[in-house]
């Protein structure tokens, strides 16, 4: 039934969200870590290892995601750390992914863990207006064919759907309608909305915008004038009105570009992370544009993190290119000039884009070596046939070697590339820019 004060036009979409994901699997596996505090992360003897995920028991202890593993052992004694895996995590997100894909073609994820589903259609198939049924068949599938849970939100946009998933945990649902946002979401601090960080939320205590029920009655001049553009949005946002797409895997795609992204394995909190994963997708956009016999001139970068705030970047270089040690110089300096770490990364994609054939003739520079750039490119081959005759493993950067997590991650296989399909990605339009 249609709940009063509805809109019978409306979408209904769902955010689905799989509790403690890498944990869950890895209980599912090890039933004997159920009953105990435990947490997915590296190394506990090496420093830089951070807790990926950890259960509910552990969480109760005040263990945290990003928490470095030796403070995890401060606030839980008892605690039991588990090497994550991958392949496990990649393959359980495709089967999840795989439910949703019976209900709509309409699927965009946000990580191997969450995905927005718009169900509209079919449930107007079905003749339910609510979602709540179609939501509670695909958190008990979940359930049953997976052996894990999830909490989904069910809303009219995406915005209201991922506070919904939020709210309850675990295994729950929340259905957040025109009837009930005001009392539920609304009385609910700003920092709970999409897209607001620290420092968004930090400036709104400034002038007294405490919820997302002030920020929905503020003036959006006001908040243009504080943010920026991005003032407009987070005033539209507030009051439920994002009309933001669910788009498919696969929807969007440059023209004329070459280009990787992918979700890494685990939240990205350092430099050296960060470097590690534009080196792994420069060489394979480079070994991409080789085996279609391309060079390109324009290199981007496109940068999500674990608040959602997302940019990109891009920047011509004087030489085309399909070079990997270039491609990932230049990536790197256009993130170094555009990101201050107020969050852990998530997302990092890399491309070159303006293609031409690379027999295409073109100027040299005085201030480039054509011989030390010859010798990039020999290498570049040298690695990809080692890599061809006997793994990926074969052959690594050095930086590799600061975290094999990381770089354990094959960036031209398929199976470790996720896309998901960000707001506001046309053209130059770059969500959060005034914040920077």
């Known amino acids: 039934m249609i709940e009063s004060g509805d809109n019978v036009n409306d979408r209904i979409i769902l955010h689905s969200d799989c509790n403690c994901f890498y944990a869950a699997v890895e209980m599912l596996h090890n039933p004997e870590l159920r009953d105990i505090p435990m947490a997915v992360g590296g190394d506990p003897e090496a420093r830089h290892g951070i807790v990926l995920t950890a259960n509910y028991i552990a969480k109760r202890h005040g263990v945290k995601v990003g928490m470095a593993l030796w403070q995890a052992r401060q606030v839980c004694r008892n605690i039991v750390f588990v090497q994550p895996h991958y392949d496990e995590y990649i393959r359980f997100s495709r089967k999840a992914r795989g439910i949703y894909s019976e209900y709509t073609d309409l699927v965009e994820p946000y990580g191997l863990d969450e995905s927005w589903l718009d169900i509209t259609d079919t449930a107007k198939m079905l003749k339910t207006a609510d979602g709540m049924s179609i939501a509670t068949e695909i958190s008990d599938r979940i359930k049953r064919e997976l052996g894990i849970t999830v909490s989904i939100g069910v809303s009219w946009n995406k915005i209201f759907a991922k506070f919904g998933s939020d709210y309850k945990k675990p295994d729950a649902i929340t259905q957040i309608t025109r009837d009930n946002y005001k009392d539920i979401i609304w009385r609910s601090p700003a920092s709970d909305l999409l897209f607001v960080g620290r420092r968004t939320d930090v400036k709104l205590k400034k002038y007294g915008i405490l919820t997302i029920g002030d920020l929905a009655a503020a003036d959006p001049e006001l908040l243009h004038d504080i943010f920026g553009k991005i003032g407009y949005v987070l005033s539209a946002f507030a009051r439920g009105e994002d009309?933001?797409?669910?788009?498919?895997?696969?929807?969007?795609?440059?023209?004329?570009?070459?280009?990787?992204?992918?979700?890494?394995?685990?939240?990205?909190?350092?430099?050296?992370?960060?470097?590690?994963?534009?080196?792994l997708l420069s060489e394979s956009v480079a070994a991409r544009l080789r085996e279609n016999h391309f060079i390109g001139d324009v290199i981007g970068i496109s940068i999500r993190d674990n608040g959602l705030y997302s940019f990109t970047r891009q920047h011509r270089v004087k030489l085309p290119t399909n070079i990997s040690e270039e491609i990932a110089g230049y990536a790197w300096a256009l993130f170094k000039a555009n990101y201050t770490w107020e969050h852990p990364i998530?997302?990092?994609?890399?491309?070159?884009?303006?293609?031409?054939?690379?027999?295409?003739?073109?100027?040299?520079?005085?201030?480039?070596?054509?011989?030390?750039?010859?010798?990039?490119?020999?290498?570049?081959?040298?690695?990809?046939?080692?890599?061809?005759?006997?793994?990926?493993?074969?052959?690594?950067?050095?930086?590799?070697?600061y975290d094999r997590i990381l770089s354990g991650l094959d960036a031209k296989a398929d199976d470790h590339m996720i896309h998901p399909v960000g707001y506001f990605q046309n053209g130059n339009n770059v969500l959060g820019e005034k914040e920077r």
């Open 346 to 401: 998530r997302s990092i994609g890399v491309r070159v884009s303006n293609l031409v054939p690379e027999t295409t003739p073109h100027q040299t520079d005085l201030f480039l070596s054509e011989q030390i750039r010859e010798k990039y490119l020999r290498a570049d081959l040298a690695v990809a046939d080692i890599r061809r005759r006997f793994g990926y493993d074969a052959v690594l950067r050095g930086i590799m070697y």
């Open 243 to 279: 009309k933001t797409p669910v788009a498919a895997i696969g929807d969007y795609s440059e023209i004329k570009s070459v280009g990787n992204s992918t979700t890494t394995p685990r939240d990205l909190v350092n430099d050296n992370d960060v470097r590690m994963v534009i080196y």
